[in-house]
């Protein structure tokens, strides 16, 4: 059992390790830094791998586990407006991690709020919350989160019928005139990993880089995945996202956690609990299902 | 001219081997003081300036985010490494405004009622171009004239080539329309800084207009024009750092984005420095012209 933990321990570590310069600051405030209460080893050991034990008495209602997410809730992150289904990628997290703290069926509860009063701190009507919410300090200030569910992946978006549209690799990608936005993640994955033979371009803002590309300044914009899924789904049309790039070739982006009101006792168990679906590797298969294959950006191979 | 730089300078001009008369004596006595006057106030300002930043509260905050040596050290090589694309830019540019400028100085000038709407044009032209802040138009030109998709695929002129919409071409273009109605009115004001007996005199020996402005009037204009032309190409240098606004990375673009990235302000420092070292010799240069040009023309200096 001990074994275990320390197995599952080790996989999140590396998890977090593996996620890049980004990740320095938020993997300072793995559970052992958040719970105030007790040294993590003791908390293991009370509690196994048992997020389920872990979480009795701590919800809102002792029957039940309220989620809450965004109004409206979209795709890829829940299908239909429909968080209760399971169908998206927050809705599988959520009712994953509420499987793990021992709720399913009725007795997940749904409810809805605005990003920003969730971001305030101002919301007390749920468990936890899930809508895309990025760790950082500031938040941190007046609420807790847990350990990212999800690192946002670097991805290459352009005209469905443009010369980027036959990319599988990254090497294919030396020839695009490629922008980003300055000041990113994403340009400095464009210096340092893509290395392109032509000049690349750092603009502004997304709308410069998004102007350039309608104005055949550009063949292709680097972002991280969620923004590009966005401007491809909403802002320019004819877009799309051509593929991702793997984690490890670099350039992570934004760290998203579940939102909990500030030392929430709750969020030791959901770390518990992702530590879980991480080592059973079912987080890295409901990540595959919705932020890849749903969204039909594959991973590009590294060389 | 045999007018050595010293002190026979100011007396009347190249008494050769001269004993130095009284008057020289006390000039140089005059000279001494103002110098010793100089270092001590020099001195007593630096000092107290010192004093008062480096015992400011804010003192030690400002040195880790601005004056950061380590990341001076590891920023400095990569910004200066940007340096080419900005002597790159300033160079293609400089020629054009020059030729357009002129251009619309002599527009300007025409006495034929029959080019009036010459007149006017040039006239319009360089209000509106000096009103609008050239940022602005590099963002609209930059942006709005490739958004015409009038032109398609790449162009090859003499040396020069590349893509019709690229921010290379069109930044620069941008910077010709701003810059060259600053130079037209230099332009304009030397050519008309040229006395009217010159030209009465020229006209009454039977030249034409065109001959009385290319014989006569030019050559005397463009001494005038020199200094106040250096100073706006100095100004030029500096302002091809706006070009980062399309997309462009050259030193300021890189130091923004590396400055974004960190939150240090240090990457600005260095991107300053490298802009001194390439704008204070031709800021000497054009001192030591504009000095040369007036002790030619004979202006005589006041101690």
């Known amino acids: ?303 | 001219m045999t007018n050595d730089e010293g002190a026979g300078n100011l007396s009347a001009p190249s008494r050769v081997a001269a004993r130095p008369t009284r008057r020289d004596e006390w000039l140089r006595r005059q000279r001494r003081k103002a110098a010793s006057i100089a270092v001590v106030s020099t001195v007593a300002t630096f000092g107290a300036l010192t004093w008062l930043i480096t015992t400011s509260s804010g003192w030690s905050k400002v040195k880790t985010i601005f004056f950061n040596a380590d990341r001076f050290k590891q920023d400095f090589p990569e910004i200066l490494g940007y340096l080419w694309v900005d002597v790159k830019l300033f160079l293609q540019t400089a020629p054009f405004i020059l030729l357009w400028g002129m251009a619309i100085a002599l527009c300007r000038n025409t006495r034929n009622p029959v080019l009036f709407p010459l007149r006017a044009f040039a006239a319009i032209y360089t209000d509106f171009f000096r009103g609008v802040p050239i940022i602005l138009t590099i963002y609209l030109v930059g942006f709005g004239i490739p958004k015409l998709g009038l032109l398609h695929g790449d162009f090859h002129v003499l040396w020069f080539g590349g893509s019709w919409n690229s921010p290379y071409l069109w930044g620069p273009i941008a910077l010709v329309l701003a810059y060259s109605a600053y130079v037209a009115e230099v332009f304009r004001s030397g050519i008309e800084g040229v006395h009217e007996s010159q030209r009465a005199g020229a006209r009454s020996l039977g030249l034409s207009h065109s001959q009385t402005m290319r014989h006569v009037v030019i050559p005397q204009a463009a001494r005038r024009v020199v200094p106040p032309l250096m100073n706006d190409f100095l100004s030029l240098q500096k302002d091809v750092a706006l070009l980062s606004v399309l997309g462009i990375i050259e030193v300021f673009r890189r130091a923004t984005s590396i400055k974004d990235l960190t939150g240090n302000f240090t990457p600005l420092v260095a991107a300053a420095v490298i802009f001194l070292a390439l704008t204070i010799p031709e800021t000497r240069l054009v001192d030591w012209y504009t000095n040369r040009q007036r002790r030619r023309t004979g202006g005589s200096q006041v101690v």
């Open chain 1, 1 to 303: 059992m001990k074994r275990q933990i320390f197995a599952t321990a080790a996989m999140a570590g590396l998890l977090l390790a593996a996620c890049g310069d980004d990740s320095t600051t938020s993997s300072d405030t793995t559970p052992a830094a958040e719970s105030t209460a007790a040294p993590a080893d003791t908390v293991a050991a009370a509690v196994g791998t048992d997020a389920a034990a872990c979480a009795a008495g701590k919800t809102l209602a002792a029957d039940s586990l309220t989620i809450a997410t965004g109004d409206p809730a979209f795709p890829p992150y829940v299908i239909d407006d429909k968080p209760e289904s399971g169908e998206g990628f927050e809705s599988a997290v959520a009712l994953a991690v509420a499987k793990e703290l021992g709720f399913e069926g009725d007795a997940v509860k749904w409810v809805r709020t605005s990003f920003d009063t969730a971001v305030a701190g101002s919301d007390s009507n749920n468990d936890f919350n899930l809508q895309q919410f990025t760790i950082n300090d500031d938040r941190k200030l007046v609420v807790s989160f847990s350990d990212p569910y999800y690192t946002a992946n670097q991805a290459v978006l352009g005209y469905v019928d443009g010369p980027g549209k036959d990319v599988t690799k990254l090497s294919d990608l030396k020839s695009l005139r490629l922008g980003a936005a300055a000041g990113t993640t994403s340009l400095q994955f464009i210096l340092d990993v893509i290395k392109p033979d032509a000049e690349p371009f750092a603009f502004n803002s997304n709308a410069d880089a998004k102007t350039a590309l309608d104005n055949d300044q550009i063949d292709a914009i680097v972002t991280d995945l969620p923004t590009g899924l966005y401007i491809s789904a909403v802002e320019i049309e004819g877009t799309k996202v051509f593929g991702q790039f793997p984690i490890d070739a670099g350039g992570a982006g934004d760290q998203w956690g579940l939102l909990l009101s500030k030392d929430n006792p709750l969020t030791e168990c959901t770390n518990i609990a992702l530590a879980n679906l991480t080592a059973s590797g079912e987080l890295a298969a409901i990540t595959d299902k919705w932020m890849g294959e749903w969204t039909q950006a594959p991973t590009l191979s590294k060389d």
